[in-house]
């Protein structure tokens, strides 16, 4: 967000509640920026990954949609397999709609 790699046509008219995500995501509701050095001591996913990825995917169209390899479950075939679900709708941009 703060390198706004982010299609802001598509949230302009896609999305409802996009700035109250982005402060919250910033740290403007609770002093919390969830930055990627943020994400790495709540998942151990380090940061410098975390932000390559959001690069990547800010460079072009992405969709991110439920899956897996063979033998190591599907998302929507595990012992978590609905927790996916809402975060995929808000990284789809669908929050809000339908």
Same mark, same amino acid.
């Given at each position: 967000?703060?390198?706004?790699?982010?299609?802001?046509?598509?949230?302009?008219?896609?999305?409802?509640?996009?700035?109250?995500?982005?402060?919250?995501?910033?740290?403007?509701?609770?002093?919390?920026?969830?930055?990627?050095?943020?994400?790495?001591? +709540? $998942? =151990?996913?380090?940061?410098?990954?975390?932000?390559?990825? !959001?690069?990547?995917? #800010?460079?072009?169209?992405?969709?991110?949609?439920?899956?897996?390899?063979?033998?190591? +479950? $599907? =998302?929507?075939?595990?012992?978590?397999?609905?927790?996916? !679900?809402?975060?995929? #709708?808000?990284?789809?941009?669908?929050?809000?709609?339908?």
């Amino acid at each position: 967000m703060t390198e706004d790699l982010y299609d802001k046509e598509y949230v302009i008219h896609r999305t409802i509640g996009f700035d109250q995500w982005k402060d919250y995501i910033l740290g403007k509701e609770d002093e919390v920026p969830k930055t990627p050095e943020w994400q790495e001591n +709540e $998942s =151990a996913i380090p940061a410098k990954d975390v932000r390559a990825l !959001a690069r990547e995917w #800010g460079s072009k169209k992405t969709y991110l949609a439920a899956g897996g390899i063979v033998g190591f +479950e $599907s =998302a929507c075939r595990c012992a978590t397999g609905t927790e996916w !679900a809402p975060v995929h #709708g808000l990284f789809d941009g669908h929050a809000g709609i339908g």
